[in-house]
């Protein structure tokens, strides 16, 4: 196959919904952010350690029903970026109210977004975002070397030497379009997946395909790239026998179009950019509206933006743990400190929090019942020592907690925060440790929700009336080891170390120095 084949439209059937790699999906987002771009209208970026902390891009993946990466990376996008605002939030469940009502009308528009479904639309964003290399020749001097060659072409029928220098100038030129070629191949290849994104756009309006609000805003982008769409159908140019790459080649026209293609994104980035998150916003939208027909166990939030800082949840469940246990909280405007034994689920019930919380201000959707503030989430669940960058365990913590303090301080943005923290400062020694959690999550707790995990019992004792208790215990059983996954009120009593330390075959002579 030659470069020519490869740079060719494909003709497989599109893959099924879902299917996008995490890496790729994550594409928009990490080169927007990298670019220090900023976030959606009425929404901010998560910071990373959240991200990795929540799990995210696995839950993600378990709500992805989108058909092409455009979607993909559009729903990666909302959900790294939740709404801070309600009319930001009611937009997006309009849409959404459309879509699920009409599951044949979602179903067409299904079928037209699979027409960007080619695994290579994901590095579109790279075309968009990333800085574009300059060609080895500008346009005009590949128009110069064709224009030679056709010059010395015509000649040799009048000066029949000048057949030397054509073929010459024709080995020259191959050889430049071939180099050429390979130095823009990814970005020429992106900006034929953006042909296909643009196609897409507009057979949506032609068809009048999906949420009017959506519609009519990629209505208006797409005049704008009309001359972009004319540029892009010669770089797919192809026949069965190449011989129209040959001459392409020889005359240097792809490399021509590829430089006015180039030219033109220069001009048009900025609709280019808001056509592709658009055409996502479509397919993420409808792959929402999806999921919720699946799943017997969502609901829509109810979200407020007034100063009351309050959070009740009922049987709330993690999105992507089949069969998970629901629980169910009333802070009003105060925090929760959560005590219990090992494995008994208090890390699985902060990451359900802030899960359904991001999932709340994104795709306005949790696993079970929420009312609540709109909140910005943070999270520090799980710092580990950076050995590389001569960091301990304690100092990553310090690192990760600090960005945690950075959020509450006064002059933070609104609106409040929903922090959760799964053993925040384990790398210190118990007597440094319990005054320090204590300060730390009093700090936090002064203007947003902190819901906070721990084995010691001290922190939960010497925390003020502002932390509500909450607790997970073992069953009544021999070795302590099984669970409910129940949230009680309280704190907790017992603990399975030792219990664990004897199912797991530890020799006699440890545990019975032990007991």
């Known amino acids: 196959?030659?470069?020519?084949?490869?740079?060719?439209?494909?003709?497989?059937?599109?893959?099924?919904?879902?299917?996008?790699?995490?890496?790729?999906?994550?594409?928009?987002?990490?080169?927007?952010?990298?670019?220090?771009?900023?976030?959606?209208?009425?929404?901010?970026?998560?910071?990373?350690?959240?991200?990795?902390?929540?799990?995210?891009?696995?839950?993600?993946?378990?709500?992805?029903?989108?058909?092409?990466?455009?979607?993909?990376?559009?729903?990666?996008?909302?959900?790294?970026?939740?709404?801070?605002?309600?009319?930001?939030?009611?937009?997006?469940?309009?849409?959404?109210?459309?879509?699920?009502?009409?599951?044949?009308?979602?179903?067409?528009?299904?079928?037209?977004?699979?027409?960007?479904?080619?695994?290579?639309?994901?590095?579109?964003?790279?075309?968009?975002?990333?800085?574009?290399?300059?060609?080895?020749?500008?346009?005009?001097?590949?128009?110069?070397?064709?224009g030679a060659l056709l010059a010395c072409i015509a000649g040799v029928f009048v000066w029949p030497v000048l057949i030397l220098p054509a073929m010459l100038l024709f080995v020259a030129n191959v050889v430049l379009d071939d180099r050429g070629n390979v130095h823009l191949a990814q970005h020429a290849r992106a900006l034929q997946m953006f042909g296909r994104v643009l196609a897409v756009a507009e057979r949506v309006v032609r068809e009048q395909l999906g949420p009017p609000d959506v519609r009519a805003a990629i209505a208006a982008e797409l005049p704008a790239l009309g001359p972009l769409r004319k540029k892009l159908a010669m770089l797919s140019v192809n026949d069965p026998l190449d011989i129209s790459g040959v001459v392409s080649a020889g005359f240097q026209m792809r490399l021509i179009a590829m430089a006015s293609c180039l030219d033109l994104l220069k001009k048009h980035r900025e609709p280019m950019r808001r056509l592709h998150r658009l055409v996502g916003e479509l397919d993420a939208l409808q792959a929402i509206a999806t999921w919720r027909a699946e799943r017997t166990d969502v609901s829509i939030p109810e979200l407020d933006e007034g100063d009351d800082v309050g959070l009740e949840v009922d049987d709330l469940r993690h999105p992507g743990i089949p069969g998970a246990v629901g629980n169910s909280i009333d802070l009003g405007g105060q925090s929760l400190v959560v005590t219990g034994s090992n494995m008994s689920g208090k890390s699985t019930f902060l990451r359900t929090l802030a899960v359904n919380a991001v999932l709340a201000q994104s795709i306005h959707t949790v696993c079970g019942t929420w009312r609540g503030s709109i909140v910005r989430v943070h999270a520090a669940m799980r710092a580990v020592d950076a050995t590389g960058e001569g960091l301990s365990t304690y100092a990553a913590e310090v690192a990760t907690v600090g960005?945690?303090?950075?959020?509450?301080?006064?002059?933070?943005?609104?609106?409040?925060?929903?922090?959760?923290?799964?053993?925040?400062?384990?790398?210190?020694?118990?007597?440094?440790?319990?005054?320090?959690?204590?300060?730390?999550?009093?700090?936090?707790?002064?203007?947003?929700?902190?819901?906070?995990?721990?084995?010691?019992?001290?922190?939960?004792?010497?925390?003020?009336?502002?932390?509500?208790?909450?607790?997970?215990?073992?069953?009544?059983?021999?070795?302590?080891?099984?669970f409910d996954f129940r949230l009680r009120p309280g704190m907790a009593v017992t603990t399975n170390a030792v219990a664990l330390l004897r199912r797991a075959g530890y020799p006699a002579a440890i545990l019975d120095a032990l007991t």
């Open 1 to 146: 196959m030659g470069l020519f084949d490869w740079l060719s439209p494909r003709t497989a059937d599109a893959p099924a919904a879902g299917l996008t790699p995490i890496g790729d999906a994550h594409r928009l987002v990490d080169l927007e952010r990298g670019a220090d771009a900023r976030a959606p209208e009425g929404c901010a970026w998560l910071d990373e350690a959240t991200i990795e902390d929540l799990e995210l891009a696995d839950v993600v993946h378990g709500i992805d029903r989108t058909v092409s990466p455009t979607g993909a990376q559009q729903l990666w996008r909302m959900v790294a970026a939740p709404a801070l605002r309600i009319d930001v939030i009611a937009g997006r469940e309009r849409a959404l109210a459309m879509l699920a009502a009409d599951p044949s009308a979602r179903a067409q528009l299904r079928k037209v977004l699979a027409g960007a479904a080619d695994p290579d639309t994901a590095y579109v964003p790279l075309l968009l975002w990333s800085e574009t290399p300059a060609p080895l020749l500008p346009g005009w001097g590949s128009q110069v070397m064709a």
């Open 403 to 482: 960005t945690l303090v950075a959020a509450a301080e006064p002059s933070a943005p609104s609106p409040p925060a929903l922090m959760v923290l799964d053993e925040p400062f384990r790398g210190t020694n118990p007597m440094v440790r319990v005054p320090i959690v204590v300060a730390v999550l009093e700090y936090l707790a002064r203007d947003n929700i902190v819901i906070a995990a721990t084995h010691d019992l001290d922190v939960a004792k010497r925390l003020s009336e502002v932390f509500e208790r909450g607790c997970f215990r073992e069953l009544d059983d021999e070795d302590g080891t099984t």
